[in-house]
């Protein structure tokens, strides 16, 4: 069979296999559904009892709807001015009154703005950049009544429960304020976050509102071009909305996280003071750190550099292995030490994603990595972007159009990735197909985009792929999930032949890491390849063709120098010379070979050697 048979093969395979995909989604549906949503932390949200809620209270409804008429209708009066004027010198206009008026409207209109600064499906891309600006600071409430509300959550009297209480809020945003005390019974510094009153009172009716207003004006909209519901939008928007309304949730998320990095010494997470908590307060222990963006956050570079490998590190765990990921972690809630350690604060803003979901994320990653757009396209399928039996292959050519081989390589070189790069290529299709980025999801973009920012403010240099690789290759070659790790398949094993390249770069990236290299389970993975190949014979057959495509020359060649990349790992550890000199036996061998053939292409998405 020829390599044109073996392409052929695997695209009749993939088809096969795509048509019983979707056999099975339909069997299991309910399963399916229950899946695609990412968040799984106690939902507070239900549109029918939100709207009795708002509905009986018909005079405070009735006020709060003109008002936002009121304003509403302002803005919309400015606009074409406003853009005429943009238009004619490149200004801002626009998009600074948008800002200016969601601050006045409120929490839930901040949150909104906040939202739609990650949703390219929804708005156009020199708006989404002013509401990144968008800041969610107000003035304080009256410290009487937080000190009130402390009272009412814990049954007992301040001067009774602190030795020490900031007599003026340290931080005040919409939602709330955050004091700092001390606790009288065992002199342990606190930080106290106390709800804004009525703030989830005025959130029911704007929710209810904007409900309304999404299925009387945009539902049209929304399913032509997005392919679902408006109320759908509006649903998953509040849904985390009323999360973060509730601090009952935030502890369980502190708790959640702390239990999730207690192995990790160089992550920080501030224990809870539960029996002082509830819906209303929230006082946990008081995180030493300062804002990571602050000139004097780091006693040196090397404090600097290490920092930042920490949290490209911390939020793939996050993301990739442990399924709950900080929504939002903005220089404010992401404090440096003076030693390079991390430390997160505010978890109001979390999300969970399942394990299948976890999987499909990787499986993207290799679809992008073989360029594989039809795969990538179901992929994205999968993660809720597009409607379950949509027809992928435009979609698909799309996709290839955008993140084609000269973008893809343009984007991920080891001088210019960027990941809003990346988005932003992504984003021309959500005008073009019905494509739409669930809430959920939109929190894992603004996540890395916010990541991103914070480590080209601390080093304009700082290439987040030359960190973020060594993990993702550790993670398909040490997952406990044999199923995950067995993914190195459709790494190595491309258009029908097996690219040994892949192999040595994902080993060797593997073994890269800026907290002292990493133990590759080699006979692990040797177990899991004999009994998938022992049970699969599709795969059998694939890696047979795979392996059979390259000579006997080339795969005694490349088994030495695989062997030099497995024997720098174990050695380097010990003594750094041993490790340099494998390396370069390696490349001096085998420079002249590279030269010859182009690389696969995973080896432009690698760190350089």
Not at 124 to 129: G, R
Not at 148 to 160: P, Q, T, V
Not at 291 to 303: G, H, Q, Y
Request: with cysteine; aromatic share 8%; charged share 25%.
């Amino acid at each position: 069979m020829d390599a044109t048979d073996a392409v052929v093969g695997r695209t009749v395979r993939m088809k096969a296999k795509s048509a019983m995909g979707r056999v099975k989604k339909v069997k299991d549906k309910a399963a399916l559904e229950a899946d695609r949503d990412f968040c799984r932390v106690v939902t507070r949200y239900d549109p029918e009892a939100v709207q009795r809620e708002a509905l009986g209270r018909p005079v405070e409804l009735a006020k709060r709807a003109a008002k936002l008429v009121f304003v509403l209708g302002k803005l919309k009066g400015k606009r074409e001015r406003l853009q005429a004027l943009d238009a004619s010198d490149g200004g801002a206009r626009w998009g600074e009154a948008v800002r200016e008026t969601l601050c006045e409207l409120g929490p839930l209109f901040v949150k909104l703005g906040q939202n739609l600064a990650n949703r390219p499906d929804l708005v156009n891309e020199d708006l989404m950049e002013e509401l990144t600006k968008l800041q969610d600071r107000v003035p304080p409430f009256n410290s009487k009544l937080a000190f009130k509300i402390i009272e009412e959550e814990s049954g007992r009297l301040i001067e009774e429960t602190f030795s020490e209480i900031s007599a003026e809020p340290i931080a005040a945003a919409s939602i709330g304020q955050v004091y700092r005390g001390t606790l009288k019974r065992d002199g342990t510094d606190v930080a106290i976050k106390v709800l804004r009153p009525n703030t989830r009172s005025q959130c029911v009716m704007d929710l209810f509102l904007l409900r309304a207003a999404a299925l009387r004006f945009f539902d049209d909209f929304a399913r032509a071009n997005l392919g679902c519901s408006a109320s759908l939008l509006v649903d998953e928007f509040a849904e985390k909305l009323l999360e973060e309304l509730d601090f009952v949730q935030e502890a369980r998320n502190l708790r959640d996280f702390a239990f999730n990095f207690r192995n990790d010494a160089n992550v920080q997470i501030p224990p809870v003071v539960s029996e002082l908590s509830g819906p209303r307060v929230l006082v946990m222990h008081w995180q030493n750190g300062v804002r990571c963006t602050r000139e004097d956050a780091f006693s040196d570079e090397a404090s600097r550099a290490r920092f930042l490998v920490n949290g490209v590190e911390a939020g793939l765990r996050q993301l990739l292995e442990f399924g709950l990921f900080h929504g939002d972690p903005h220089p404010g809630n992401v404090l440096a030490l003076p030693n390079g350690d991390i430390a997160y604060v505010d978890f109001g803003n979390v999300a969970e994603i399942s394990r299948s979901n976890q999987e499909s994320l990787i499986d993207a990653v290799v679809h992008v990595m073989n360029r594989d757009y039809e795969a990538l396209a179901s992929s994205l399928e999968d993660l809720g972007f597009l409607q379950p039996g949509a027809d992928i292959g435009p979609v698909a050519e799309g996709l290839a159009d955008v993140w084609g081989d000269e973008a893809l390589q343009s984007l991920a070189s080891a001088e210019k990735f960027s990941f809003r790069g990346l988005t932003r290529e992504f984003n021309k299709l959500l005008y073009d197909y019905p494509i739409r980025v669930p809430e959920r999801f939109s929190l894992v973009i603004r996540s890395l985009l916010t990541q991103e920012n914070i480590c080209l403010t601390l080093n304009p240099d700082f290439n987040l792929l030359d960190a973020a690789f060594p993990y993702v290759a550790r993670r398909l070659l040490t997952d406990p999930d044999p199923a995950l790790r067995l993914r190195l398949l459709k790494v190595v094993v491309v258009n029908g032949r097996f690219e040994w390249d892949r192999l040595r770069n994902l080993i060797d990236m593997a073994g890269i890491g800026a907290k002292g290299g990493v133990s590759v389970p080699i006979f692990a993975l040797a177990k899991d390849a004999a009994h998938m190949l022992a049970t699969d014979k599709a795969i059998r057959q694939e890696l047979f063709i795979g392996l059979r495509s390259v000579s006997l020359a080339e795969h005694i060649k490349e088994s030495f120098s695989l062997g030099c990349v497995l024997l720098a790992i174990a050695f380097g550890r010990l003594t750094q010379p041993v490790f340099d000199f494998f390396r370069g036996i390696r490349r001096a061998l085998f420079r002249q070979r590279r030269g010859k053939r182009p690389r696969a292409p995973v080896a432009s998405l690698a760190p350089a050697a």
